[in-house]
């Protein structure tokens, strides 16, 4: 969704472009019947390093530079949405979230593979301790799989709209985003679900881990290998259920509501740091 600068663009914008810098320009977004392109200025290097942000100014369809504050201020919302709804080279895209067919299949085969891996650790260790462990995490490793399911299709679903207002070629709008935001929200609350799903039990995660590799050196001394494959498995889901809680960490302990009122703040600090890098002269 960005283009090199035309050699009459870079003359306009002659004043705002620093020594060094290539220029890339946005397809336009429409706001109130106007059309607006982004204009970012990268560096050298620079553009390539994760997390580094570029500076950036708005034109209108008469490549001039826009300065009224409030409209920046949704073009700034507009295109952040746009960036992650219809560019798949940025960062955040949402094409970069959703599972392939394969990796679905994969998926599955994993996490049933990490279930029978704790029905072995289940049959071989009695202490009760571990055996209530096992009894909370069992239905907790369905439930993720099952949400991890619904997260997917609902992002799918949110591809399938931009896949058609593409084919329309429409400008990006903001009715297009309250086309789209709705189901990508529906996708967020679900990934919130499947942290909420694996929280209970995270004090047993490592403990499992543990076990679990312990009795796979203890199979691979027999040449068991299907069991050994069963708890290499169940190993890697009790380390991807650590990684989700560590990750999470912040919204543990929040309800629905909580966190949508966390990714409402967590929307507009983004836009407050994007307000910053606006380039005036």
Partial sequence: MYNEASPELLEKLN????KGESVKVSNPVE????????VVFSKGIMQNIKGKESQFIFINEWDKVLDKKQVRRELVKLFYYYEIFFDKDNRLSIYKTVQSESDIIKDKSDYSEAELGLKILQERYKKKEEKEAIDQVLPIVKKVLELRRK???????????????????????????????PVYKEALMLNFKKVKAIYPAGQYYGKLKKKAE???????????????????????????FEKVLRTYSR??????????????????NNFNNLMTLIRDI
Avoid: H
């Fill in 15 to 18: 004043s705002y472009i620093k």
């Fill in 214 to 240: 312990k009795t796979r050196r203890l199979y691979s001394a027999t040449f068991r290998t299907r069991n050994i494959g069963l708890l290499i498995k169940t190993n890697y889901v009790m380390g991807y």
């Fill in 31 to 38: 706001y109130f019947g106007g059309l607006y392109r982004k």
């Fill in 251 to 268: 919204i543990l302990d929040m309800s629905e509501n909580d966190y949508s009122r966390f990714l409402k703040e967590a929307e507009n």
């Fill in 151 to 181: 997260n997917n299709e609902k992002l799918q679903e949110v591809i399938d709209i931009v896949e058609e207002m593409k084919k329309e070629e429409k400008n990006f709008s903001i009715e297009c985003l309250e086309k789209i935001y």
